[in-house]
């Protein structure tokens, strides 16, 4: 286990938290674009809260708003222009993991001459290694990617039907200003796949890794534990502040880097999912409920110990031995459940998806990233043909 780790992201977490974020931005510029998405933010009068916030700390501030789900290039070019018109010296990012994701990378390309897809993985030859960013400050609205304590984002190319990522530290947002409070007004199905969204970030590098983690191990069993308890909470009575607040923390935790730290894990599902909804748009953790539980039934079968220990310490099954695979597969059926319980689907056809593009999913996931033997990087490492047999039997 060899590794660095830093973190250098300011959490301000708890009640009326929001109230600081004039300060809190002022400390980093003096006009922030405010970025939000498709007007939920709005509605329920957080939008109000920021702007008086900043104004009441001296800020002033430009808007972009009307950032996609599945964020597009287009939009990231549109408020970099934005940034560079109005002199923006900072971002404010206001809701979800797209909304935050577009905003890293707008602090990025707003410094950047050339085209900001150069920036984000792709299979291309040379991909463009930024150097600085604009301070942002993150306030999320929906627990579920992580994305305001860590330096990811994923953008999707409409043009090419491409969706992949980047990660880079100068990303990393200078504050996350988390009010669980404002998670209360997120409906069912979006809590929902925010809960499945969180566990499937800890799932990926837990099961992926060949590498002796004990700590990392539990800190992400602790994760899905705290997930599945209070997630059915959050998502049966949406007022539910303590639950919001768990579940918020847990979202955090769970891509803040620890539980991934010394697992030089790949994530095999996340790039499976990426290339389904460039094509379909579909919302990215519906996507991840349908695909990790079909990839963790072929995936068990070369890792049939972690599998077991899964089963073991989430679910209370007793295995024959650590190669018990039916114990294994009992824990995946059972997690599958549980995602079914909270309202996820857990197949392609609920999504209206049928078995016309699966090579053409694979063999794009592939263009974007491989091992150089021509499969994807995980456990076991994926070819196309094995990806398409994933993907067919989560038909």
Same mark, same amino acid.
């Given at each position: 286990?060899?590794? $660095?780790?830093?973190?250098?992201?300011?959490i301000?977490?708890?009640?009326?938290?929001?109230?600081?974020?004039?300060e809190?931005?002022?400390?980093?510029?003096?006009?922030?674009?405010?970025?939000?998405?498709?007007?939920?933010v709005?509605?329920?009068?957080?939008?109000?809260?920021?702007?008086e916030?900043?104004?009441a700390?001296?800020?002033?501030?430009?808007?972009?708003?009307?950032? $996609?789900?599945?964020?597009?290039?287009?939009?990231?070019?549109?408020? %970099?222009?934005?940034?560079?018109?109005?002199?923006?010296?900072?971002?404010?990012?206001?809701?979800?993991?797209?909304?935050?994701? %577009?905003?890293?990378?707008?602090?990025?390309?707003?410094l950047?001459?050339?085209?900001?897809w150069?920036?984000?993985?792709?299979?291309?030859?040379?991909?463009?290694?930024p150097?600085?960013a604009l301070?942002?400050v993150?306030?999320?609205?929906?627990a579920?990617?992580?994305?305001?304590?860590?330096?990811?984002?994923?953008?999707?190319? $409409?043009?090419?039907?491409?969706k992949?990522?980047?990660?880079?530290?100068?990303?990393?947002?200078?504050?996350?200003?988390?009010?669980?409070?404002?998670?209360?007004?997120?409906?069912?199905?979006?809590?929902?796949?925010?809960?499945?969204?969180?566990i499937?970030?800890?799932? $990926?590098?837990y099961?992926?890794?060949?590498?002796?983690?004990?700590?990392?191990?539990?800190?992400?069993?602790?994760?899905?534990?705290?997930?599945m308890?209070?997630g059915?909470?959050?998502? &049966?009575?949406?007022?539910?502040v303590?639950a919001?607040?768990?579940?918020?923390?847990?979202?955090?935790?769970?891509?803040?880097?620890?539980?991934?730290?010394?697992t030089?894990?790949?994530?095999?599902?996340?790039?499976?999912?990426?290339?389904?909804? %460039?094509?379909?748009?579909?919302?990215h953790?519906a996507?991840?409920?349908?695909?990790?539980?079909?990839?963790?039934?072929?995936?068990a079968?070369?890792?049939?110990a972690?599998y077991?220990?899964?089963?073991e310490?989430?679910?209370?099954?007793?295995?024959?031995? &650590?190669d018990d695979?039916?114990?294994?597969? @009992?824990g995946?059926?059972?997690?599958?459940?549980?995602l079914?319980?909270?309202g996820?689907p857990?197949r392609?056809s609920?999504?209206?998806?049928?078995?016309?593009?699966?090579?053409t999913? &694979?063999?794009?996931?592939? @263009?974007?990233?491989?091992?150089?033997?021509?499969?994807?990087p995980?456990?076991?490492?994926?070819?196309?043909?094995?990806?398409?047999?994933?993907?067919?039997? &989560?038909?």
């Amino acid at each position: 286990m060899n590794f $660095e780790f830093q973190n250098p992201t300011r959490i301000v977490f708890g009640a009326e938290t929001l109230s600081r974020l004039g300060e809190l931005v002022s400390e980093y510029g003096k006009k922030a674009l405010i970025v939000t998405g498709g007007g939920s933010v709005k509605r329920s009068g957080t939008f109000d809260k920021v702007v008086e916030s900043l104004k009441a700390a001296g800020v002033d501030f430009a808007e972009c708003d009307g950032v $996609e789900p599945n964020p597009r290039l287009t939009t990231v070019s549109r408020g %970099a222009a934005i940034i560079r018109e109005q002199g923006c010296d900072v971002i404010v990012a206001v809701g979800g993991g797209s909304v935050m994701d %577009a905003s890293k990378v707008m602090a990025a390309a707003a410094l950047y001459d050339g085209d900001p897809w150069d920036m984000i993985l792709h299979g291309q030859e040379e991909v463009y290694v930024p150097t600085e960013a604009l301070p942002v400050v993150t306030v999320p609205t929906l627990a579920a990617t992580g994305s305001e304590a860590n330096c990811a984002a994923v953008v999707t190319n $409409e043009e090419t039907t491409v969706k992949s990522f980047i990660s880079n530290p100068v990303l990393y947002p200078k504050v996350a200003v988390m009010d669980p409070a404002l998670t209360v007004s997120v409906p069912k199905n979006q809590t929902a796949y925010g809960v499945c969204d969180l566990i499937t970030h800890v799932t $990926e590098s837990y099961l992926n890794s060949a590498v002796s983690t004990p700590i990392q191990d539990s800190l992400t069993e602790g994760v899905i534990k705290t997930a599945m308890e209070w997630g059915p909470k959050a998502i &049966a009575d949406g007022n539910d502040v303590e639950a919001r607040a768990q579940v918020m923390w847990a979202a955090s935790v769970a891509l803040i880097g620890w539980a991934q730290i010394g697992t030089d894990a790949p994530y095999p599902v996340h790039m499976m999912e990426h290339t389904v909804s %460039a094509y379909h748009d579909i919302t990215h953790a519906a996507g991840l409920a349908i695909i990790n539980p079909a990839w963790m039934r072929f995936s068990a079968k070369s890792n049939t110990a972690k599998y077991v220990q899964f089963a073991e310490r989430i679910f209370g099954l007793k295995a024959k031995s &650590a190669d018990d695979l039916d114990c294994a597969l @009992k824990g995946i059926d059972l997690f599958e459940e549980f995602l079914r319980s909270i309202g996820c689907p857990t197949r392609f056809s609920e999504l209206g998806i049928d078995d016309k593009l699966l090579r053409t999913y &694979a063999d794009d996931t592939l @263009k974007i990233i491989n091992d150089g033997q021509g499969n994807l990087p995980g456990i076991p490492p994926l070819s196309a043909d094995d990806m398409v047999a994933i993907f067919r039997s &989560a038909l």
